[in-house]
């Protein structure tokens, strides 16, 4: 692989300056105000993605010191996953797939019934040539 051209690196760290400088802004904005911190509140501040700040190891420190210093430490949740209940588009959803499942199952049944017809009428049709035939 080549290494990539010196003003194509330069790009990139510009970007990712500017983007870090706008996750510390707001960063500090949501600490003055005094609102929750976390990952995503800092993504949808800043307008940059969760996972930029997960992969910065300083803002990464950051966020987590504000978030552990304001309480706000992530805890597990006490229902367990399979007791979750599922959201109302995944059920939607669900119950669509199913009912395209059930739709093409008879279809299926369907064709192969007329198939079986059609074949039945090719064998009748053969033996009746057959008879001219002979």
């Known amino acids: 692989m080549t290494p990539l051209p010196e003003h194509l690196r330069q790009a990139i760290r510009a970007r990712t300056e500017e983007t870090e400088k706008r996750a510390r802004a707001a960063l500090a904005q949501l600490a003055k105000a005094g609102r929750p911190i976390s990952f995503t509140a800092v993504a949808r501040e800043a307008e940059v993605s969760t996972d930029f700040l997960y992969r910065s ?14 309480g706000q430490t992530l805890t597990r949740p ?17 119950a669509r797939l ?20 059609a074949q039945g009428e090719n064998l009748d049709l053969r033996r009746r040539l057959a008879h001219y035939e002979a």
């Open 57 to 70: 190891p300083d803002l990464r420190a950051q966020i987590e010191r504000h978030r552990d210093k304001a």
């Open 78 to 94: 006490t229902e367990p996953l399979e007791g979750r209940s599922t959201s109302a588009a995944v059920r939607a959803l669900s």
């Open 98 to 117: 199913t009912r395209q499942q059930q739709d093409h199952r008879a279809e299926v049944d369907r064709l192969r019934k007329a198939l079986e017809v």
